[in-house]
């Protein structure tokens, strides 16, 4: 969470910067002491909470409220005022808390905990490439596989698009081996080494099992062969003819 402090005062700024802290908000605080600074880095970054004194010169926080709105139309507007005859513009600009100076710790929590625009944690971006050789990144950055099988494995499980395939399929396309003990169990080993990788960068959920079958939820991750399929323009111009490359059975339809 990103958190601005707007307060002509400093004795103000620093105290509720304080009871922030003290509540141990996952957040990082930037304070202002004039309304016009505050704007500018604004309009630089991404602000989900502003805690706004009123009376301030310049341009008080009615009115700074108004040009943060305008900025980012999500951003949570708390008014945190020694004066309580802005209600009325506080509710008219829907603003998320109203405080009165000097604000209690558990009325700060209980403004934050009541957000207008609930705060989501981002998301990792997931991105599998398909087309040239095959990498999957998170924002951006390849993923390291503990074993090459294991990303083999999940290249495959990519490439049938979210359809299910079971352990005799798998065992055919991994180790082009019979179907016994030995294959079984170092499918089990290479399936729990991808589940371990994906799991230390929050992606786990990608993977789906059942009994006997393996498949991956294509909705929660991108992918340049599923926009090819939608008809894309940008993936349709980024094949250049070759697809998983570093694989034998890869074949593009």
């Known amino acids: 969470m990103d958190i601005i402090l707007v307060d002509d005062e400093k004795y103000a700024l620093n105290s509720l910067q304080k009871k922030l802290k003290e509540l141990e908000v996952d957040a990082n605080i930037s304070i202002f002491d004039r309304s016009v600074y505050a704007l500018e880095f604004a309009k630089k970054n991404k602000i989900d909470v502003a805690f706004l004194d009123i009376s301030m010169p310049e341009m008080n926080g009615v009115e700074l409220a108004k040009e943060l709105k305008r900025v980012n139309p999500q951003i949570n507007i708390i008014f945190c005022t020694g004066f309580s005859e802005y209600m009325h513009e506080a509710i008219d600009l829907h603003a998320s808390g109203y405080l009165l100076k000097p604000a209690s710790k558990e009325d700060i929590k209980k ?22 050789t095959f990498d999957f990144f998170v924002d951006g950055v390849p993923l390291k596989f503990i074993r090459s ?105």
Request: aromatic share 14%; glycine share 4%.
């Open 149 to 253: 099988k294991s990303k083999e494995l999940f290249a495959y499980l990519i490439s049938i698009r979210g359809s299910t395939t079971n352990r005799k399929e798998l065992t055919a396309i991994l180790f082009e081996d019979a179907y016994d003990e030995k294959t079984q169990n170092y499918l089990s080993k290479i399936y729990k080494d991808l589940k371990s990788t994906l799991d230390s960068v929050g992606a786990g959920n990608l993977l789906v099992k059942d009994f006997n079958t393996y498949s991956v939820n294509t909705r929660l991750f991108s992918c340049d062969l599923y926009d090819y399929d939608k008809g894309v323009p940008e993936a349709i111009n980024n094949y250049k003819g070759t697809y998983m490359s570093q694989y034998e059975w890869a074949d593009f339809d």
């Open 111 to 132: 403004a934050l905990n009541n957000l207008l625009n609930p705060v989501e944690p981002p998301m990792p971006h997931f991105y599998a490439r398909t087309f040239g």
